[in-house]
């Protein structure tokens, strides 16, 4: 009698080492997959970089800064005293912090510490800017 091997299938360790590799392959894809998934089009770079200079200011002035907004207006006023309009069109509301405002005036603040307001702007034209403070970033939905 002779002994048969029988060699179908994998081992252990080659399974292993398959999904090293894979594993490998999906770390290395996830966070262009997540920056892609939470920065959408191209409305949000106006938000972005607006997130971004005033954090930046706060950080340089070591204090808390704030833009200053109007209900029913597109304009901005920023920390240095300059006006920006929203690319988007006129604010129709707005929530800081999970609380309407229910003034006409409006005020995100920015700190030193890298941190800001989370905010919510309704635009006239049914779009809403939603900021995520913890990845500095805002989202047009």
């Known amino acids: 009698m002779t002994k048969q091997n029988n060699t179908c299938g994998f081992?252990?360790?080659?399974?292993?080492?398959?999904?090293?590799?894979?594993?490998?392959?999906?770390?290395?894809?996830?966070p262009s997959l997540a920056e892609k998934t939470v920065k959408g089009?191209?409305?949000?770079?106006?938000?972005?970089?607006?997130?971004?200079?005033?954090?930046?200011?706060a950080k340089d002035l070591n204090r808390q800064v704030f833009i200053k907004g109007t209900v029913g207006t597109d304009d901005?006023?920023?920390?240095?005293?300059?006006?920006?309009?929203?690319p988007l069109g006129k604010v129709d509301s707005v929530k800081i912090n999970d609380k309407n405002i229910n003034g006409i005036e409006?005020?995100?603040?920015?700190?030193?510490?890298?941190?800001?307001?989370?905010?919510?702007?309704?635009?006239?034209?049914?779009?809403?800017?939603?900021?995520?403070p913890m990845l500095t970033t805002a989202v047009v939905k």
Do not use: C, H, R
Request: no cysteine.
């Open 11 to 30: 081992t252990l360790v080659e399974l292993l080492v398959v999904m090293v590799i894979m594993g490998l392959g999906f770390i290395s894809l996830s």
């Open 41 to 57: 089009g191209g409305d949000e770079s106006f938000f972005n970089e607006l997130i971004q200079s005033q954090l930046k200011a």
């Open 76 to 86: 901005l006023l920023l920390s240095d005293g300059k006006t920006v309009t929203i």
């Open 106 to 132: 409006y005020y995100i603040y920015f700190y030193p510490d890298g941190i800001f307001d989370d905010f919510e702007i309704e635009i006239a034209n049914g779009k809403v800017v939603q900021s995520y």
